[in-house]
Every structure is written in structure tokens, then in C-alpha cells.
């Protein structure tokens, strides 16, 4: 079986290694190289440099609107192109060039979290479950039929990060268990996603990273989840500026003002919000690494109100 890949991120790793296991991966598509690091150096994609230690070709093309781009597809003659977190919008014309079409790896029970952060989003929702879907995929954006599916529990803890990592490793093995499939001649049945409960997971922004205090302290909470480790949400406490690594919601009310310091102890630093309090746990200041709110109070002592 030939199978042509389409990645981007450390997210399509797995996948990449999955469907090298399933068939013939007779090249990689991915990014070009970007400006990374200090030194703002041409840096490989994470799908790039695992193709590479595979000998797998690779191409970068910045789209496919030129003819030639398309010509160099069909002349791979794939059988199926998997797509995962590749970058690019394809066109039909491009769908249509495998034999099986195109499958997509997406990181959530669709139709809930369609688009570009679904992991994150599922977290900051307060979503008590998640998944991946192996998609048929088409011209709209995540509403191709679902042609596999598996659902994990997220923990009350878990982060965007510790999330990205264990549904990486679940779209690889449902990947895996699609294309066994598709090799022995039992192609999976194609589910057209229900007409309810769609939402859309709009991309990551810096600027959502500084907490609102006059939110709901449940809210609050989730972000700081979510966007562990990117963006990392940040909030200035009794006028320092810091980001939160890890924080829970309090099953207590207040009538203070949001964003005042309730409390101050080894277990956390007690903040008001909008409805009820956030207690914060770990948090970094400037410069430095993350720490507990104890070690933050051993520097912070004016800050011991209570």
C-alpha cells in the first residue's frame, strides 16, 4: 500500500511512525523550514526530521495551487494520503488524487471542535472527555464523514500539553487500526457527523494568555490548564507580573473585588474572581522557573496575609 503523509508538528510523529508500520510511506509532506530560535536559524519540522531519519523523501511546497505541485502527487500514485496538523487547506483537486481519498487525524469527537486548537479548547470548555477521529476528508473544514473513532477521559489535571502527548499517541493507533483495515480489503465504513453539536476551536492567540480576573474562578482554572505549555496564561498578583502553571477553582464564594489576594499560604495563593476563587499552586516569575506558591512566599513574605 502506498501512502503519501502530510505533517507538521511533534502531534504528527506518531502517526507518521504508525502508518510507516501499516504500508509504504513513499514520501512526506510538510512546512518549509521556518526562522526558529534565538539565533532565528531555517529550522525542519518536527514530520521532517522523522521522515529523514526514515529516508523518506520530503517536500515542502508552500501549496498546491501550481499545476506542477499537483503533478508531483499524482505521480507518487498513493493509494491514500494521510493528513495530520499539515498547515494547508487542500483543494478537492488534491483530495481527489488518491485512491482512497485523503484521512485526517483530528484530536476530538467530532463534530465537537472542529478547526485549529481542539485539544486546547476541549480543556478550557471544562470537557470531561475528548478523543480522536480518523476523518474521510473533504471541502469544508473538519466535516468530512468519520471513518474510526476512540474517546479518553481528560483528567481533572491534565494540561494542553500532557493531552496533545497521550491523543497523539491514540490518533496513532486508531490510524493504525484504519489503515490494517484498509490493507486487508475491509475499508471502514465512512459516518456522516451529526447535524448537532458542532463547535469550532479558533486557533491559539498570545493575547488570550493574560487571565481576566472578573471571570468565573472555573474559567480561570481551565485556562491555566489549557494553555499549559502554550501560551501560558499570565496575571499580575499584588503587582507582579508571573504565569501560572497550576491552579484550581475554590467551592467557596467571596465578595471581593476580582483579583484580590484572599489568601496567602503554603498551599496556594488565594485570588477573587468574578465568581468565586482561584487558588494558585505553581506559578513562575520573570526570568525564573516554575515554583510552588510556597517558595514564591519565601521570597514574597508581605504577601503572607493570612
Not at 509504504?24 to 530560535?37: C, H, I, L, S, W
Not at 511546497?61 to 507518487?76: I, M, T
Not at 481528560?154 to 493507533?173: C, M, S, V
Not at 496564561?233 to 467571596?254: D, K, P, Q
Request: proline letters at 7%; hydrophobic letters at 45%; glycine letters at 10%.
Amino acid at each position: 500500500m502506498r501512502i503519501v503523509f502530510a505533517g507538521t508538528p511533534e502531534f504528527a510523529v506518531p502517526a507518521l511512525r504508525a502508518a510507516a508500520q501499516r504500508g509504504e510511506v513513499v514520501a512526506v509532506y510538510t512546512q518549509p523550514d521556518r526562522p526558529a530560535g534565538r539565533g532565528r536559524e531555517l529550522t525542519p519540522s518536527p514530520v521532517k526530521k522523522e521522515a529523514l531519519l526514515r529516508g523518506i523523501p520530503v517536500l515542502q511546497p508552500e501549496n498546491f495551487k501550481a499545476a506542477v505541485s499537483k503533478d508531483a502527487l499524482r505521480a507518487l500514485q498513493p493509494d491514500v494520503m494521510i493528513v495530520v496538523a499539515y498547515g494547508l487547506i487542500l483543494p478537492q483537486s488534491v483530495l481527489d488524487i488518491p485512491q482512497y481519498g485523503c484521512w485526517n487525524v483530528h484530536g476530538s469527537l467530532l463534530p465537537r471542535w472542529r478547526g485549529a486548537a481542539p485539544i486546547q479548547r476541549a480543556i478550557e470548555a471544562g470537557d470531561s472527555e475528548t478523543g480522536v477521529c480518523l476523518m474521510q476528508m473533504e471541502r469544508g473544514l473538519d466535516t468530512g464523514p468519520v471513518l474510526l473513532s476512540q474517546s479518553i477521559l481528560i483528567g481533572a489535571d491534565e494540561t494542553g500539553g500532557q493531552l496533545h502527548d497521550r491523543l497523539a499517541e491514540l490518533g496513532a493507533q486508531v490510524l493504525r487500526d484504519g489503515l490494517g483495515l484498509l490493507r486487508a480489503g475491509m475499508r471502514p465504513v465512512p459516518q456522516p457527523q451529526p447535524e448537532v453539536g458542532v463547535t469550532y476551536a479558533h486557533k491559539l492567540d498570545k493575547s488570550e494568555a493574560k487571565l481576566d480576573w472578573s471571570q468565573p474562578a472555573q474559567l480561570l482554572a481551565n485556562k491555566v490548564r489549557a494553555f499549559n505549555p502554550w501560551p501560558m496564561a499570565e496575571a499580575t498578583i499584588a503587582g507582579e507580573r508571573v504565569r501560572l502553571h497550576g491552579a484550581v477553582a475554590l467551592s467557596e464564594s467571596t465578595s471581593a473585588a476580582p483579583g484580590t489576594l484572599l489568601r496567602a499560604g503554603r498551599e496556594g495563593l488565594d485570588i477573587a474572581s468574578g465568581d468565586g476563587v482561584l487558588r494558585v499552586r505553581v506559578l513562575q516569575r520573570e526570568g525564573g522557573r516554575a515554583i510552588t506558591a510556597a517558595d514564591f512566599l519565601n521570597a514574597r513574605q508581605d504577601l503572607r496575609v493570612a
